[in-house]
Structure formats: C-alpha cells, structure tokens
C-alpha cells in the first residue's frame, strides 16, 4: 500500500532500499525556504541498522502489509518466549531479543498481538496499559509540593519507574507500555 511521505508514523514499518524498515522517530519539518520534509529514524528487521531518511510530502512509499495475530503469553525460558494462539491452541516461540524490554512487562495470559512478514514474526505489540504491582518506593519528604513532584518507586517486575508521592509500596497501578510511564492508581 503506498503512502506519502509526510504520513510516514513512529511503529509503521516500511520497504525502501530492498529492504524493511521500522520506523522509531517521524519529525515534520517545514523549513524557511524549501518544501516541506519528514525526517525519519529508520531502523531495518533484517540487518539491525540504523538509518536517517528525509521523505518529501510528494514521495510516495510502500508500507508493509503485515499479518497481525492475537495471542497470549504462556511462559519464558532463558532465551524464548512461549505464545498460543486462543483460537487453534497453536503454540509458537519467538526470541528473548525480539520481544527486548516488553519481556519484563508480559504476564501470564496477557494478550499481545504478533505482526508476521512472510510468515515470519517481526515485531510484538503490548496492550497500551497494563496493571503492575510496586514493589519499592521512597516515603514522602514533607514539604514537597504535590503538583509536580515524584519519587522513585521499583516495580514487582524490576522496572523502575516515576510515581506520584501517594503511592506507597503494595499499592497496583496501570503503566503506560509505549511510554513506561505512571497512568493511574487501581483501588
């Protein structure tokens, strides 16, 4: 399917140069003189390389048409992570460094959605938000302002993260997945 340059968005991934590429940063520049540009961070599935491209709004480019598939996470060996499909009960595995950091954020039986080229997995996609527990986190210092201020705090997963001073440790949260960022308190 093509598309303009300038639609060219962070997590779509592309074909250009004979190769596929996932896109990590887009920024729309509009200089002084000149037409308007998109200026991408490309990183490529196969070879692992990293690439700044600018697009023009009139380019046109091929986005990849991928197969995406839900499934739920089952359990992780050292270097694997284990899936199955709901539906058929298909099991598949897929390599510790293609999941990366998400691997600390799967829980049992949460739903991700895997996104085939080829039939050949590329990429994982969490839920955007997700409940996690605290495991540590620094008290409240009196005197600090509550508008703009957060503490430390150490997720039961190993993830550590900023949170409002009122979170205390045992307390649940939703975490943004994209952004590994505090959402809100579950009560």
């Known amino acids: 399917m093509k598309i303009q340059g300038n639609e060219i968005k962070p997590g779509m991934i592309i074909e250009f140069n004979n190769d596929h590429w996932t896109v990590l940063k887009a920024q729309h520049v509009k200089p002084g003189k000149g037409g308007a540009f998109n200026q991408v961070e490309l990183k490529s599935l196969t070879k692992g390389t990293k690439l700044n491209q600018r697009f023009r709004s009139s380019e046109n480019i091929e986005r990849a048409q991928l197969d995406e598939r839900k499934f739920n996470f089952l359990y992780s060996s050292e270097n694997e992570s ?106």
């Open 82 to 187: 284990f899936f199955m499909e709901p539906k058929t009960f298909e099991q598949i595995s897929l390599r510790s460094n293609l999941i990366g950091e998400k691997l600390k954020l799967l829980s049992e039986n949460l739903e991700v959605t895997i996104s085939y080229l080829d039939e050949k997995p590329l990429s994982i996609e969490l839920p955007n938000n997700i409940e996690c527990e605290i495991e540590t986190t620094e008290g409240v210092v009196k005197g600090q302002t509550a508008a703009s201020s957060y503490k430390p705090a150490k997720l039961k997963n190993g993830i550590n993260i900023m949170v409002p001073p009122f979170i205390e440790e045992g307390d649940k949260i939703i975490l943004d997945t994209r952004s590994l960022e505090y959402v809100k308190k579950v009560n």
